[in-house]
């Protein structure tokens, strides 16, 4: 069984930083992607940050490149998310998600099996 933990969370003033944290337990494979998704209230959840665990490759949205780095600390079983030059728009709750094998830069949350609870992100101007 796979648990998926974020933490990190909190509110912030625009131009600031966070680094989300998500402690992760369970058996893990060589070709897990790794990812980070939002969701804003009424909108729909979106990927941020992903992470394939064989290559070390990494994608972000455009909207979020030189902004926010996803890394894995493998020894603490944990993936983070820094997020730096923070603005209002990136106000959302945050996710932490699995997808055992496939294409790791796929948008799609359907095609993440495993997803932690969240941790919300607020960003005041």
């Known amino acids: 069984q796979v648990q998926l933990v974020e933490s990190g969370g909190g509110p912030v003033q625009s131009g600031g930083s966070l680094r989300l944290s998500c402690k992760y337990y369970g058996i893990f494979y060589v070709n897990d992607c790794w990812a980070w998704f939002r969701q804003a209230p009424g909108k729909e959840r979106e990927r941020v940050a992903a992470l394939y665990k064989a290559t070390g490759s990494t994608y972000y949205a455009d909207s979020e490149k030189g902004r926010f780095t996803i890394s894995r600390d493998s020894p603490k079983s944990t993936l983070y998310l820094q997020m730096d030059s923070l603005k209002p728009e990136d106000t959302a709750l945050y996710y932490c998600?699995?997808?055992?094998?496939?294409?790791?830069?796929?948008?799609?949350?359907?095609?993440?099996?495993?997803w932690g609870q969240g941790t919300q992100v607020t960003v005041s101007s």
């Open positions: 998600a699995l997808r055992r094998g496939g294409n790791c830069d796929t948008s799609n949350p359907l095609d993440f099996g495993v």
